[in-house]
């Protein structure tokens, strides 16, 4: 795990704490689901967010991010530095994500 991704992992567990509903699941990754439904994950390499396809379009469009493996409508994101923007991007992802969980 680079130090962007420890980082950011680091900050992501620290807003899934103030925000509502979340379940994580540990694995080789970690998974964070809202009412039963994934919306997030985290492992050594990087992270995937189900933002949904018109945020995913806009993603793509980013530095170190690329389509989801699991679908339309994720992306993800594979910082390979750490910087303000990387750090957004990824909180923004992730608020968004959890918001399109709850159905």
């Known amino acids: 795990m680079n130090d962007a991704v420890q980082a950011i992992t680091e900050e992501l567990n620290d807003l899934a704490e103030s925000l509502e509903g979340i379940e994580r699941m540990a694995g080789p990754s970690t998974g964070f689901s ?3 439904r994934l919306f997030a994950t985290a492992d050594a390499g990087g992270f995937e967010f189900l933002v949904g396809d018109l945020i995913a379009g806009a ?4 530095p170190d991010v690329t389509p989801g493996s699991r679908g339309s409508g994720w992306v993800r994101f594979a910082p390979s530095e750490l910087d303000q923007p990387a ?3 990824a909180l923004s992802w992730f608020e968004a ?4 969980a709850e159905g």
């Open 34 to 36: 809202r009412a039963g």
């Open 59 to 62: 993603a793509l469009r980013t």
């Open 87 to 89: 750090l957004d991007r």
């Open 97 to 100: 994500a959890w918001r399109r």
